[in-house]
């Protein structure tokens, strides 16, 4: 019994683990082409089994989207289109090392950590080598349950030159008047350098912008990782109702077990009991008669015993039939508040 409920109880969790995985690609909507993918037949494009784009050839590109319905009629659901490879030069080229590109393919993608689950992200780009996700320089992703992070090649990102500034003679440089507001001396702009690395630049302000986002998120997102805690606190509550049930359904076949056992003694201690009343029914002092046999008489000729000992017999099944019965309560009020706690998680 203690196997099978270690086993349901692991079949529990991973039911609900595979919530960051896309399962199957079900989506109907034709396949169109943008400015990154490329239709070659009839103007649309055509769909890609999951299991073939680790090993795309040169040249060839597969978009995962997203279709969701905003009403919440139907289910979202995704679906990947193959095609040729557009004009990539405006996106990162996004890696993870150590991952299985393949598991990539069919993980949702997220553009930071912290996001809700239903938020991810709706096109991606996979060209066999590296993930693409326009305008992000970096992402998200759950692989086999742990948050993996997928990074830019930055050096591999061309900087744009910027062209030098003309020289300008001393004779043609305006000098300022001291009553002019909008005039100022390049002298105190010295220190401004504008001369720098653009991608450098650009990666500390991405930095920055992340960091006021999850400062901003800290009510409901405290260590930004809040609904990856939510979701296997939920796993773990669903695991204990389940649990709870199973052995509140113990409890309760135990208890039948003592109930059934103290209602044969009540009938032989009824049909004792009827016997003396009957037996002293002639007898010159009923009550006394009755008092002595009580006490006195034993029964059943294979065991012998008082009526005070099958009194005290019943009373130790009355005992145990409770203990099992105030058990099986227990259990069944673990398993409605820890359900209860899963659905409010699971919901929220």
């Known amino acids: 019994m203690k196997r099978f409920l270690v086993a349901f109880c692991l079949s529990i969790a991973t039911a609900f683990a595979g919530s960051y995985d896309i399962e ?37 590109l597969v978009v995962r989207q997203k279709f969701t319905d905003p009403f919440g009629e139907t289910p979202t659901a995704y679906q990947l289109y193959q095609g040729g490879k557009g004009d990539l030069s405006g996106l990162v080229a996004l ?32 060209d066999g080598k590296a993930v693409y996700v326009p305008g992000l320089s970096s992402a998200i992703a759950f692989v086999d349950g ?19 500034a003309p020289d300008v003679a001393s004779s043609e440089e305006e000098e300022c008047d001291e009553y002019d507001p ?39 997102d405290r260590f930004g990782i809040a609904d990856e805690v939510r979701f296997w606190t939920a796993v773990g509550l669903s695991a204990l109702a389940v649990t709870g049930a199973v052995v509140g359904v113990m409890q309760q076949m135990e208890a039948n ?28 002092e009923p009550a006394a008669c009755e008092v002595a046999m009580k006490q006195y008489a034993t029964y059943n000729t294979t065991e012998k015993y008082t009526l005070a000992d099958l009194e005290a017999r019943m009373d130790t099944n009355k005992k145990t039939q409770d203990s099992y019965t105030f058990a099986r309560n227990l259990w069944f009020g673990v398993t409605a508040v820890s359900l209860t706690a899963a659905i409010v998680l699971f919901v929220w």
């Open 146 to 164: 742990s948050m993996v992070q997928l990074k830019g090649d930055e050096s591999a990102a061309p900087a744009e030159e910027e062209a030098p």
């Open 182 to 220: 909008d005039c100022e001396d390049e002298e105190e702009d010295e220190d401004i350098d504008v001369k720098g690395d653009l991608d450098e630049s650009n990666s500390r302000a991405d930095e920055r912008d992340y960091a006021i986002s999850d400062a901003s998120e800290n009510a409901t």
């Open 24 to 60: 199957e690609f079900t989506a109907t909507d034709a396949g169109t082409p943008d400015e990154y993918i490329t239709a070659e037949f009839g103007g649309q494009l055509k769909t890609a089994p999951a299991d073939e784009v680790s090993s795309l050839q040169d040249g060839r």
């Open 257 to 284: 077990k003592a109930k059934d056992a103290y209602d044969d003694l009540d009938e032989v201690h009824s049909g004792i009991m009827a016997g003396i009343t009957s037996a002293c029914a002639a007898d010159k």
């Open 95 to 126: 890696t993870a090392e150590g991952v299985d590109y393949s598991k990539l393919v069919t993980t949702r993608i997220y553009a930071r950590r912290g996001m809700p689950i239903e938020e991810d992200v709706e096109k991606v780009y996979f």
